[in-house]
């Protein structure tokens, strides 16, 4: 049955000079299916604009480099991008000040990542988009002699017993098989994989690696499937085909 994609889900830029909001806050919204990016300034923010759209931009008010609220201007100027400021203050003339310049809403620090999703989900259903979390879709894969199921996480292989992958295990398969031959840094591999798991480090990434590298060692030919590339990451050395069941 011919692959069919699903649903985008919606993009998110975090921009937060605190990593111990910014990392923690990016993880919660992967785990309400958004898709999250994240800048720690300014300039890290433009860049990423330059090569990537976005539905909602959550910007800090106070950033190294930068004024949020001039910011918010300049974005509001530039493109119809919607932004949520995020900010320590509660004055109302700063709310006020927000909003005149564009901003779409306004959140005061420290709240709850909750609270935030409901502003996301509100900001969108202006936009005309619609937010709910997608019913799981049973996705298979064919790679190497290897059938994939993302529903039951078991592979398969003519002439080989079933093989049960754990839920990190099965997450980390399914982002090699949806980048096959594609080189993944440790911290593309932690992005990646990090909208369930609230615990992932490059250490975690190797041990998945390598128990992921000795449930696919069928034959000495399976062994070099998953590749360490020496200072990039990791290579699924394979072509996939995928479908929907």
């Not at 959550?58 to 910011?71: H, I, K, Q």
């Not at 996705?139 to 993302?150: K, M, V």
């Not at 754990?166 to 591999?189: K, M």
């Amino acid at each position: 049955m011919p692959f069919a994609p699903a649903p985008a889900a919606p993009r998110v830029l975090v921009v937060d000079d605190h990593r111990k909001i910014r990392e923690p806050l990016a993880i919660y919204l992967r785990r309400h299916s958004f898709e999250v990016r994240t800048a720690e300034d300014a300039a890290g923010m433009w860049q990423l604009l330059k090569t990537q759209a976005f539905d909602v931009i959550v910007l800090d008010v106070l950033l190294p480099d930068g004024d949020g609220f001039e910011l918010c201007n300049q974005l509001h100027r530039r493109s119809n991008t919607p932004v949520i400021l995020l900010t320590a203050r509660d004055a109302a003339a700063d709310r006020i000040r927000g909003l005149d310049l564009g901003a779409d809403d306004y959140i005061t620090k420290p709240f709850e990542p909750r609270e935030l999703v409901a502003r996301l989900n509100s900001v969108l259903r202006r936009q005309g988009r619609t937010h709910a979390p997608l019913a799981p879709t049973s996705r298979t894969y064919g790679f190497a002699g290897w059938h994939f199921s993302t529903i039951s996480a078991v592979l398969t292989r003519e002439g080989c017993p079933p093989v049960q992958l754990s839920t990190a295990e099965s997450r980390l398969l399914q982002v090699f098989l949806n980048h096959p031959n594609t080189l993944l840094p440790r911290e593309r591999l932690i992005d990646l994989t990090a909208a369930a798991d609230s615990d992932v480090s490059d250490r975690a990434i190797d041990r998945q690696v390598s128990r992921l590298r000795r449930k696919l060692a069928h034959d000495t030919e399976a062994v070099d499937l998953l590749r360490t590339i020496w200072g990039g990451g990791y290579l699924l050395a394979a072509d996939v085909t995928p479908c929907v069941s």
